[in-house]
């Protein structure tokens, strides 16, 4: 993104830059080496905002457009929630050439791959190489690549998102970078194939709030063959997946014959699922510039447990507006960057605080009917009166800022409803049907 917006901002001003990229993974391979491992969920904001920029997701990217959620919870049936305005609708993508699978389908590629195209069309030199150190040569940024004579640039972008072990390269930089706090989040490929899919998910994302300690989020998010299963929290283990895996809220949206087990993961319908334990961001670097370099996306802050994406969009426009714009001493970066990273770090606060009451909903039954009350009596009333199911909806798809969320959260009506609809619950408790 960075190096699209790069070309695009620079050819509309008459400024000739020139950009190279060096991207370790094969994005059009299939299986773990060409993945960047994350639950390609893009929400219908972002993807609004990204077809504004230039970057139309095509349908070849999009494994499925995404128009309902529906909510698990312990005791109570599944609610189902559509987008609160039906024209809009969540993307989901693989990030790279997706799972090995069963039967070689052609004709679908990545959105990393989908970017990296864009930004060679720009202009841009795309070297398939792993960079292996990074120093300076007379005060300009040296980039050195195993395979590669070393280059020196005027403005080095970091890109490298969190799980590579390359952050120590900028951090051995010494300009007081230090890299963002980490937890470990899991993912899984399920194979059910198409028309299984199709059956039990539909275009729905299955959301889960279940009492396993440390878990804030858990969905299942249909594509075209396999469903994605993706786990988030304060490091995830294995005690915890199979405890998900093995609920039966969450076995009562795949079918019976499936089967799990971590240990030696396979599914008694399909051949073996894919797993991976990806580092997700959970708070921001330090530093995350300097003159002539500037680091974005996950490797210097992140949306919490959501719309990383999302965020990797808004740093990089804004790293790379604030060089063309402005300049590319620390100085410009401090100025026009750092704002957009001290939003999402002082949102996140915010987000902290809405996962730290969803806790309370996942441990109180009665919480969990009147949040349940509320949403089924909305759902006769216009989109805009829908406050929890909207609240719902953008808490768990990040289409919206956690302190937006927040703010409506405790405007006076909202919390009359939702004391009204638990207190209701309280009274005339209903069980699972
Ligand atoms: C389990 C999980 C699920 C997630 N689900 C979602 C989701 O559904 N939606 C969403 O918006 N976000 C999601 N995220 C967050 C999202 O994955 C990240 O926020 C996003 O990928 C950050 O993008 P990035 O470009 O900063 O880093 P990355 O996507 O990690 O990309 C970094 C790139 O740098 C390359 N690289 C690294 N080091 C080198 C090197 N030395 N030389 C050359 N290349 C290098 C890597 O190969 C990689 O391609 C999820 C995260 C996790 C952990």
Redesign the pocket.
């Known amino acids: 993104m960075a190096g699209f917006f790069m070309l695009e901002l620079a050819s509309r001003i008459g400024l000739h830059v020139t950009v190279d990229i060096?991207?370790?993974?094969d994005f059009s391979k299939v299986g773990p080496s060409g993945c960047?491992?994350?639950?390609?969920?893009?929400s219908e904001s972002l993807v609004q905002i990204l077809a504004a920029e230039g970057i139309n997701l095509p349908p070849t990217v999009v494994q499925r457009g995404i128009d309902s959620y529906v909510l698990h919870t312990s005791d109570l049936d599944p609610i189902a929630i559509r987008t609160p305005l039906d024209e809009l609708r969540i993307a989901t993508v693989y990030?790279g050439g997706g799972p090995r699978r069963p039967s070689a389908i052609e004709e679908w590629s990545s959105f990393?791959r989908y970017l990296l195209n864009l930004a060679q069309e720009r202009g841009a030199s795309i070297h398939p190489?792993?960079?292996?150190r990074l120093d300076w040569d007379n005060q300009h940024p040296r980039v050195t690549c195993r395979d590669l004579p070393s280059t020196t640039y005027d403005l080095l972008i970091g890109?490298?998102?969190?799980?590579?072990g390359?952050l120590h390269?900028f951090e051995e930089m010494g300009f007081s970078f230090k890299a963002p706090q980490v937890s470990k989040?899991?993912?899984s490929e399920l194979h059910l194939g198409a028309d299984l899919v199709q059956q039990y998910m539909g275009n729905s994302m299955h959301i889960f709030l279940l009492d396993i300690p440390g878990l804030k989020f858990a969905a299942m998010i249909p594509k075209v063959e396999y469903v994605t299963v993706?786990l988030?929290g304060e490091d995830i283990n294995k005690d915890m997946v199979n405890r998900f895996m093995n609920a039966p809220e969450v076995r009562s949206c795949l079918p019976q014959q499936f089967d799990w087990c971590l240990n030696n993961s396979h599914c008694a319908l399909v051949g073996p699922a894919c797993h991976c334990a990806?580092?997700?961001?959970t708070g921001p670097s330090i530093q995350p510039y300097h003159d002539r370099v500037v680091l974005?996306?996950?490797?210097a802050v992140?949306r919490l447990y959501?719309?990383?994406?999302?965020?990797?969009y808004v740093t990089a426009k804004s790293a790379v507006v604030t060089a063309i714009f402005f300049g590319i001493a620390s100085k410009d970066f401090a100025a026009q960057y750092r704002p957009v990273f001290e939003r999402i770090n002082y949102d996140n606060r915010f987000g902290r605080f809405i996962f730290l009451v969803t806790v309370f909903y996942q441990k109180w039954r009665f919480l969990r009917h009147g949040m349940a009350r509320m949403v089924h009596s909305e759902q006769l009333q216009q989109p805009q009166q829908r406050l929890m199911s909207r609240a719902l909806w953008d808490t768990f798809t990040?289409s919206t800022t956690y302190i937006d969320i927040f703010l409506r959260a405790i405007h006076p009506r909202f919390l009359f409803r939702l004391i009204w609809a638990t207190l209701l619950a309280v009274l005339q408790p209903k069980r699972k049907s």
């Open positions: 060096y991207e370790a993974r960047n491992m994350c639950a390609g969920v893009v990030r990393d190489q792993r960079v292996v890109a490298v998102g969190v799980n590579s390359t390269l989040g899991f993912l993706c988030l990806p580092k997700l961001n974005v996306g996950d490797c992140s959501k719309d990383g994406i999302g965020a990797a990040g």
